[in-house]
């Protein structure tokens, strides 16, 4: 029943390592999100997909590749995993944009040692 | 300056309090206005929209100020279940860009 679902919830890695998360809604909305929640609480945005094409592109390094296989899924794989990537990773869905509501799946915190 | 800012707080105030939060953007292209709320190790979750009238629900009222640029959340009769980090968001106009501030952290306490 978990309309915006994420995996893994908690990642520990060592730096340098490649890894991935995952994102799935099922609330039938056609964009999806990639948020990063650091240390202060502070919420950016990284990614927007709008039915599978890539809209926003908020000066992330590219290390991080988002994949939008269909417009239920996003994916998020991380390369040359670094320190200063420990966060919270927030996936969100919303149907359009502007005065719609998004949806925010528990996160993904990640930890790089 | 940030795109929005706000108080981090915390807010502390007692059970029965009123307590009202305010939050300031930068862009005027910005159309679209939300207050959500996050708790401790959770997802941002919505508590309300912001429209141009004002609008309330329940004891939670929201205003938006466009001449001032600025948006504002009232509680009233605050209770313990409302202590959580409180969350401006502002979409610019057009796009599917969403802004988060900082937040405001309220504790209302016993």
């Known amino acids: 029943d978990t309309a915006v679902s994420q995996t893994p919830k908690y990642l520990v890695t060592q730096m340098g390592n490649d890894k991935s998360i995952k994102c799935e809604q099922n609330?039938?909305?056609?964009?999806m999100y990639w948020y990063k929640q650091d240390s202060k609480k502070f919420l950016k945005i990284m990614f927007s997909y709008n039915n599978k094409e890539l809209i926003i592109n908020e000066t992330v390094p590219n290390r991080f590749s988002p994949k939008s296989p269909d417009k239920a899924h996003l994916n998020l794989h991380i390369n040359s995993l670094e320190l200063g990537d420990s966060a919270v990773y927030f996936c969100a869905s919303s149907q359009g944009a502007e005065r719609n509501t998004q949806y925010f799946g528990p996160g993904t915190r990640l930890t790089v040692l | 300056r940030k795109e929005v800012e706000q108080d981090p707080g915390p807010f502390n105030v007692p059970e029965g309090a009123t307590v009202a939060f305010n939050c300031t953007y930068s862009n005027s292209a910005s159309q679209s206005f939300f207050w959500y709320r996050q708790d401790c190790r959770k997802e941002p979750k919505l508590l309300m929209s912001?429209?141009?009238s004002g609008n309330e629900d329940g004891r939670f009222t929201a205003q938006l100020n466009r001449a001032s640029q600025y948006i504002s959340l009232l509680i009233r009769d605050s209770k313990l279940s409302d202590s959580a980090t409180y969350l401006c968001?502002?979409?610019?106009?057009?796009?599917?860009?969403?802004?988060f501030g900082t937040g405001t952290r309220l504790k209302v306490l016993a």
């Open positions: 912001v429209y141009s």
């Open positions: 609330l039938g909305h056609d964009t």
């Open positions: 968001v502002v979409n610019i106009g057009g796009t599917y860009k969403y802004i």
